[in-house]
Nanobody, 123 residues
Framework: QVQLVESGGGSVQAGGSLRLSCAAS??????MGWFRQAPGKEREWVTT????????FYADSVKGRFTISRDNAKNTMYLQMNSLNAGDTAMYYC??????????????????WGQGTQVTVSS
């Protein structure tokens, strides 16, 4: 059964940190990533990891603050978010594909999605 389950969201003050997790099951996913959607805005790409090469990619808005990683033994992906600001407030979605996705930011190339976890940053 294909399943992506996010956890770790919550409320934090500006400058704080959160770590999101995405537990995956069902397939071996070659590409996994995070997208986010703020109220009234389009869902935007945040970061991606190729699970075989461990290549990582980041949106400019999060580069240097967010870190994506994956524990293959646990089949879990993580997003460490530091120096959070109000602009990071959004629902964060885990996304995955069984093939290598490139370019990495195209939402429609990700086949599987989680239900999302809310991140709220207060200033």
């Amino acid at each position: 059964q294909v399943q992506l389950v996010e956890s770790g969201g919550g409320s934090v003050q500006a400058g704080g940190s959160l770590r999101l997790s995405c537990a995956a099951s069902g397939y071996t996913y070659r590409t996994m990533g995070w997208f986010r959607q703020a109220p009234g805005k389009e869902r935007e790409w945040v970061t991606t990891i190729w699970t075989d090469t461990i290549s990582t990619f980041y949106a400019d808005s999060v580069k240097g603050r967010f870190t994506i990683s994956r524990d293959n033994a646990k089949n879990t992906m993580y997003l460490q978010m530091n120096s959070l600001n109000a602009g990071d407030t959004a629902m964060y979605y885990c996304a995955a594909a069984t093939s290598r996705v490139f370019p990495v930011a195209r939402r429609n190339d990700y086949t599987y999605w989680g239900q999302g976890t809310q991140v709220t940053v207060s200033s």
